[in-house]
């Protein structure tokens, strides 16, 4: 079993800034990719940023690209999510979520931090 814990969301202004972070712990377990995605009131969770250890690589919702940055560090099992220029509909709770197998789906979820942004 691995946890994952989320931290780092709030109320933040139009515009403004937000830095979440995650942190996976448990029995010795890999880690392929860690993710972030978000839901918001009434909407179906839809996927953020990804980033993948194995490739080192990054990917993007479009809604987000050029203003969220994905990072972390696979040796201490964390990825960040750094949220720059913030919009209304950036409202959402985000969650943090593990591949601890080479598959296309995600393994682990974490209980999400809320962000809301405000005008």
């Known amino acids: 079993q691995v946890q994952l814990v989320e931290s780092g969301g709030g109320l933040v202004q139009s515009g403004g800034s937000l830095r979440l972070s995650c942190a996976a712990s448990g029995r010795t377990f890999s880690n392929y990719a860690m993710g972030w995605f978000r839901q918001a009131p009434g909407k179906e969770r839809e996927f953020v940023a990804t980033?993948?250890?194995?490739?080192?690589?990054?990917y993007y919702a479009d809604s987000v690209k050029g203003r969220f940055t994905i990072s972390g560090d696979n040796a201490k099992n964390t990825v960040y999510l750094q949220m720059n220029s913030l919009k209304l509909e950036d409202t959402a709770v985000y969650y943090c979520a593990i591949k601890v197998r080479a598959a296309d789906r995600y393994d682990y979820w974490g209980q999400g931090t809320q962000v809301t942004v405000s005008s």
């Open positions: 980033i993948s250890w194995s490739s080192v690589s990054t």
